[in-house]
């Protein structure tokens, strides 16, 4: 009998270790800004913003100092959900489905939700629209936000959830941290992934009169590298906007305290390019779309109590590369990636008896973006056009020493000659998708597609723009597709047309598969978005856009051009088309 108490007690014991090993797994939260420069933060210097919150984690954890991500949006995103080069992924641009993640790549949030965490992403994507490249298809039990690169609106916006367009509520930076906060509250049982994607401080420079009014007169003591190219509105908006981002940041932080898990919970933050304007980013060559320090460099912030020393600095050079190695090492689970990664663990220069100190090899990280790289040593970086700079002494890159150091600037340009070789292989044919077995419901958007004719884009940027001026009948609209499904399609375009032109007969047609349906509801929004903004934006606006159904449409399998045209219009124009949507029916 005591020999059988010894046994229970023995197992007993065993199944509360295990329990205590899976309470054990960290949660992760991942704040990442958009378009957020190194220069923004209190933390990083900048006399002119408050970001007390900000400045607080960064006491409270490591400060990654030299922390790199890529020129622009998409491949920083590719990067991260990846840890390996967004070259390598597919992704080669951040509009027209350049910004698609390769479906051969495995993705953090799989990694993450195959180990059991629940996954939520809330914001922006950014690495493809359609199913199966859409986030629910990549590892996020639950997505809210929005796929594009560019979102039109921040106040009650027209986003989606889970593939379904929905409307947000009030500024949507704060919707987002709100429904962040929500989904933390709803897992706090089990381990989470929790990624705040936040559109701030990227255009439309959009935010409520509580920041703004506190900046929109502001002396602003520091400037850009070129005083003569800052446009202090902008800046001014930017700032505003980063003391939002802190005080959601806040509200993420309070919410981990609340539920008793803060102690347990890795949180990141980091932004995914250089500024998106010139102003002041501590003397850095270059900004936003650049390879140069100020386009590649960002603040980068991770906490960790009681694992990560608080007030480390980690002065080796780090890249978004790193974080799915990181995390995943920090949680125990394997990447599980089926290709090689280009990121390591930085679990020693987090955790070491010295954080920041501990010994590590030296590296060279590369950055790219229009077929131009840099290469980054621990101390110099050898930039797109071949030009060397020690960081250590010279940080604004202001005294090229290729002349005086042949050999190592040589050196490097083997390293980027060879890393091109291996990393940069030519660019990939790949229509958009329809009827994936993942979700039924595929959206075409117009800055997906072509067009032929006198149709035109509401702005030169193609995300979140919409066609207009559709006035003659050899106009077209023309989406390379691939259906995986042969089947039934419920055919709808979200439209934009005034009563004085309604009567369009328009077709949707895929070779010999067609549908069309007349325009009998008139739809005349005015333009959403000039009324908001605190600075004339360059992207475009956008309407309030309703479904007009066209009927269903028997699509067979495989590829082809799915073309809107019209057959027959009375008015000035056809319609205003944002979106094609087909529906794949039971």
Known sequence: MKKRWLLLGFLLAASLARGEEKRAQPNIVIILADDQGWGDLGFTGNTSVATPNLDALARAGAVLDRFYVSPVCSPTRAELLTGRYHTRTGVRGVQAGNERLDLGERTMAEAFREAGYATGLFGKWHNGSQPPYHPNARGFDEFYGFAQGHWPSYFDAEIERNGRRVRSHGFLPDDLAAHATDFMTANRARPFLCFLSLPTPHTPLQVPDEYFSRYAAK?????????????????????????????????????????????????????????????????????????????????????????????????????????????????????????????????????????????????????????????RFQHYVLDADGALFDLAVDPTQTKDISASHPGLAGQLREVVADWKNGAMGPAKDRPFTLGSAFQPRAELAAGDGTVRGGVRRSSRWPNSSYFLNWSSLEDRMVWSVEVGTAGRYRASVYYACPAADLGATVELSLGAARVSATLTEPNDPPVVGPAEDRVVRDESYTKEFRPFDLGVIALPAGRGELTLRALKIPGSQAMEVQAVVLELLP
């Open 219 to 375: 002396e602003i003591a520091q400037r850009g590298r070129d005083p003569a190219g800052e446009d202090l509105g902008f800046t001014r908006a930017v700032l505003a906007m980063t003391e939002n981002i802190d005080a959601n940041v806040g509200r993420l932080l309070a919410r981990l305290d609340e539920l008793g898990l803060a102690e347990n919970t890795i949180v990141l933050y980091f932004s995914d390019n250089g500024p998106n304007s010139w102003r002041w980013n501590g003397g850095m060559k270059g900004r936003k779309a650049s390879t140069d320090e100020g386009g590649v460099r960002s603040p980068g912030i991770i906490r960790w109590p009681g694992r990560i020393a608080p007030g480390a600095l980690v002065t080796q050079i780090t890249s978004v590369l790193d974080v799915f190695p990181t995390l995943a090492d920090f949680a125990g689970i394997a990447p599980g990636a089926t290709r090689p990664l280009d990121g390591i663990s930085l679990r020693p220069l987090l955790v070491s008896p010295s954080p920041g100190q501990a010994a590590w090899p030296d590296r060279v990280l590369f950055s790219e973006w229009g077929g131009k790289v840099s290469a």
